[in-house]
């Protein structure tokens, strides 16, 4: 799983960062999903390394311009290139009708399946290998974010040991693999268990802008590899965030904090805070990691590799004993 920031500004793009957007990629089903679509997002996407002939799914936070007004000319120009098999978005109410006048107005036509799926707090996709959930924010409209659970995988076959056991390969093998209990022609019994490794922990990731701090962000954010959280102010400027209903720097990190996330990264940052202003964007990280060491600041096209839990516990381990 890859994340990729595709924009980072709030509001109105700068010359170095554009508006909200933020791929998931799932290399393991040549699979591409985006979460909010700012204005430029397509052009984005074609200065980066991921392929929009991926592109599944699109999961919009809320309707105000920055998250959405690249959104009709990324599913048009989709459709032109004829690269798409159908996309899925999901969105508050409003949405659907956002992009119905859009397609009438400029009469456009795709030429691949689109469907939009209103959202309320909840499951709203799920299949064999992950699960998303939603839930309210607390911004200026309806606003949601977004939770992606990897499910758990059972630990690795091994094949030698079966072999050394004397189990014959075949179906067996599939359904020790599985964890289930099996009796071979000769009567020896053998528990699928005994042949597997640890469980593979699914990665979890939380998706929340726009918002001022909210319990519900928590929830997403419970026990997450990576908390991805707006901090469009600076701590500094707490009562205009409270204002405006946006967060700042440090409530991203007592967000994380709260919710046991192990990495948080913070983006949607405002452009106030450009370098040389009295609060710069460096300043903002220093906020967030006096209350969440953990803490990195996205930049576009910065991508993250979200690891395997496992792989985690080796690393730590590997760097403890040396």
Same mark, same amino acid.
């Given at each position: 799983m890859q994340i990729t920031f595709l924009g980072t500004s709030s509001g109105v793009p700068t010359r170095s960062r554009n508006v909200s957007s933020v791929a998931l990629r799932l290399p393991q089903r040549a699979e591409l999903w985006l979460f909010d679509c700012g204005e430029g997002t397509q052009h984005q996407l074609l200065r980066s390394e991921l392929k929009s002939s991926q592109l599944s799914r699109i999961f919009i936070t809320h309707m105000h311009g920055d998250h959405i007004f690249g959104l009709m000319g990324l599913l048009a120009s989709c459709g032109l290139a004829g690269n798409v098999a159908r996309i899925d978005i999901y969105g508050p109410p409003g949405l659907n009708e956002y992009l119905q006048s859009a397609l009438r107005y400029s009469h456009t036509h795709f030429s691949y399946p689109v469907k939009v799926h209103a959202i309320r707090p909840g499951i709203i996709h799920e299949d064999d290998e992950f699960s998303v959930t939603c839930n309210s924010l607390h911004h200026r409209i309806t606003t949601f974010g977004y939770r992606v659970a990897e499910k758990d995988r059972p630990g690795r076959f091994d094949i030698e040991k079966a072999k050394a056991m004397g189990i014959p390969p075949g179906r067996v093998y599939g359904q020790l693999k599985r964890g289930e209990t099996v009796t071979l022609p000769d009567g020896r019994e053998f528990n699928g268990a005994d042949f597997s490794g640890p469980t593979e922990i699914g990665r979890k990731i939380a998706y929340c802008t726009d918002t001022i701090y909210s319990e519900n962000a928590v929830e997403l954010a419970q026990d997450a590899d990576v908390l991805i959280h707006e901090a469009t102010f600076s701590h500094q400027d707490a009562e205009m965030a409270f204002q405006r209903l946006h967060s700042t720097s440090t409530m991203a990190a007592q967000t994380a904090l709260a919710a046991g996330a192990h990495r948080l990264i913070m983006t949607h940052f405002s452009?106030?805070?450009?370098?040389?202003?009295? *609060?710069?964007?460096?300043?903002?990280?220093?906020?967030? +990691?006096? *209350?969440?060491?953990?803490?990195?600041?996205?930049?576009?096209?910065?991508?993250?590799?979200?690891? +395997? +839990? +496992?792989?985690?516990?080796?690393?730590?381990?590997?760097?403890?004993?040396?």
């Open positions: 452009p106030r805070y450009a370098p040389g202003n009295g *609060i710069e964007l460096k300043d903002l990280l220093q906020e967030a +990691r006096a *209350i969440f060491p953990k803490t990195e600041m996205a930049y576009d096209f910065m991508s993250y590799e979200v690891p +395997r +839990r +496992r792989e985690i516990e080796l690393t730590h381990t590997s760097v403890s004993t040396q």
